[in-house]
């Protein structure tokens, strides 16, 4: 089975700090992906990956960044955290580019910004 | 671009009563298809996919959905809930070609004893 883990659960974070959020997959998935998700808003696609050091936006990807340094690890950064970036964060991996493949999903991290 | 409603927004029903959840999707070019499950402070869990061939797709825990292309819907079905089926419930859309998924609003499922 896949495993996509991310790194923390639950995360309390003061507003202006950058935050890190970390994602790691064990399946050689190529492409990898961040969501947060609102009530009432679904799941908003922020950032994703094909490739190592390879990012693309999504719909949302004001006042976040990204990082992917190597294959199964693939890093949320919040630059200057503010409170409407409390959300649910949750990270994707997928096997290729064909969009055929279904995604798989980690546990996701509730962030709060204070 | 593609996009996906999910009608309902909360769905409450018995134990051992039936379910539909209602998906339906806009696109212009062919779509693969998704429902995922969403169980309390989890992430998403796929519960079954339609990428061709038959529409009447099966998934796990006794969940099935029909692709309807005329209606453009992929409404989700179980004959008879568990009360451990209290879930949120996603239907995702990506297109042939395209790059990735569209996620509906979430349809949540309460199964009352």
């Known amino acids: 089975d896949v495993k996509v883990t991310q790194s923390s659960r639950y995360l309390v974070k003061r507003t202006g700090e950058k935050v890190f959020l970390e994602c790691v997959q064990d399946?050689?998935?190529?492409?990898m992906f961040w969501y947060r998700q609102d009530p009432g808003l679904g799941l908003r696609l922020i950032y994703f990956s094909y490739d190592v050091k390879m990012k693309e936006k999504g719909d949302i990807p004001e006042g976040y960044s990204v990082s992917r340094e190597k294959k199964e690890r693939f890093s949320l950064i919040l630059e200057s955290a503010s409170t409407n970036q409390t959300s649910m964060y949750l990270c994707?991996?997928?096997?290729?580019?064909?969009?055929?493949?279904?995604?798989?999903f980690g546990d996701g991290t509730r962030l709060s910004i204070l | 671009a593609q996009s996906v409603t999910q009608l309902d927004s909360q769905v409450p029903v018995f134990e051992e009563a039936p379910v539909e959840l209602r998906c339906n999707y806009s696109s212009s070019v062919s779509v693969y298809l998704f429902w995922y499950v969403q169980y309390p402070n989890q992430g998403l869990q796929l519960l079954l996919k339609?990428?061709?061939?038959?529409?009447l797709v099966k998934g796990i825990n006794g969940f099935e959905a029909e692709f309807n292309k005329s209606q453009t819907s992929f409404h989700l079905r179980k004959p008879s809930v568990h009360i451990s089926d209290t879930a949120e419930y996603f239907c995702a859309v990506s297109e042939d070609y395209g790059q990735n998924f569209v996620f509906g609003p979430g349809t949540r499922l309460s199964v009352l004893p």
């Open positions: 994707a991996s997928s096997l290729s580019s064909f969009t055929n493949q279904p995604q798989h």
């Open positions: 399946m050689d998935h190529e492409n």
């Open positions: 339609y990428l061709s061939g038959s529409t």
